[in-house]
């Protein structure tokens, strides 16, 4: 253990007292996330202990990590060194800060598959990974367009909710949402086209965090009274559901007569909830456990040095009020 924490750095030091022994026999196929504070990621540890269970005779594990704050971003590329320094089978990552990650993959040059999941490396940078496992977030950020296009077809004044600054997968949504509300491709800001516009002060950045979110989404609403649409890309604000609700709580009225719309990415068990309780008029949800799931069979077939499609897109749900769908039952 002394060996191994000497390795891990002062970042990873804590997270690998804490994580389960690897085995000895097994060889190790690491998922690394961007915070192990947040609930949907947990989703993603929930699919890789999935596998581990079924696949008990394996010569592999699956080892889930990640730093202890999404906010943390020179800490999960901390782990991923210490991981890599360590020795593992091969390596998914959900890159929290995209080129920083992507950088220091290139610099250590492992020897090992490396696949992304969940978020992916910027377009620049793909050639160090061999496949992406997750949502098309571009996809996503269209569908959630939609879906705010069938309520406000006239469009009207949005904030945009995004994540950290330079997630990749973050990014993607708020293009595809750009893109498809405004008619064109490769929009910067909404300024007007097809009746949409971004208002001052958005969009805003929760850095994975709930608190924060729930704050930026008050902050909003007092200071817009008009605001026709909030648009939370990612589900950060719905995974804190009592300072949600208390959020929402000031807007009821508005929510309830569509005059203000929320559209929300997720639909883990906290935001079904909301949904049915009214606090969000659509879900555009991913699919973590499929991931989490998936991921060891992905890179047991890279080590196999199999041909592995790239990228692997996991699907989206959606819940609306005319097709509760999966958020009518979770």
Known sequence: MN??????????????????????????????????????????????????????????????????????????????????????????????????????????APDVPVMTIDADFLEADRDLRATYLGTDNYLMGVMMAEQAAMLKPEGGTVCLQLGNVAADN???????????????????????????????????????????ANQQMADTFIANPDLDAFILVGGWAQFAPQAYTQVTDQ????????????????????????FRDGRSHAQVGQRPFEMGYRAPDVMIQLINGESVEDPLYTG???????????????
């Open 170 to 212: 973050i990014n993607a949504r708020a293009q595809g949402f750009r893109d498809t509300a405004g008619g064109e491709e490769g929009i910067d800001r909404l300024t007007g086209q097809n009746g949409w516009t971004e208002i001052d002060g958005c969009p805003v950045f929760t850095n994975d965090q709930a608190d924060l």
């Open 251 to 274: 807007v009821m009225d508005r929510l309830s007569s569509g005059d203000l719309i929320i559209i929300a990415g997720d639909t883990l068990p906290p935001q079904t909830q909301a």
């Open 3 to 108: 060996k191994l924490l000497a390795l891990a750095g002062v970042a990873g030091a804590a997270l690998l007292l804490s994580a389960p022994a690897m085995s000895q026999e097994k060889q190790t196929l690491a998922i690394v996330v961007k915070g192990l504070d947040n609930p949907f990621f947990e989703q993603i540890n929930l699919g890789c202990q999935q596998w581990m269970a079924e696949n008990a005779d394996s010569d592999y594990e699956c080892f889930y990590t990640g730093p202890a704050s999404s906010a943390d971003e020179a800490g999960e590329v901390q782990i991923v060194d210490d991981l890599l320094t360590r020795g593992v089978a091969a390596i998914a990552i959900s890159p929290s800060n995209a080129p920083a990650m992507a950088n220091r993959i290139r610099q250590i």
């Open 316 to 330: 989206l749900d959606v819940c609306n009020a005319e097709d509760p769908g999966f958020c009518a039952d979770n």
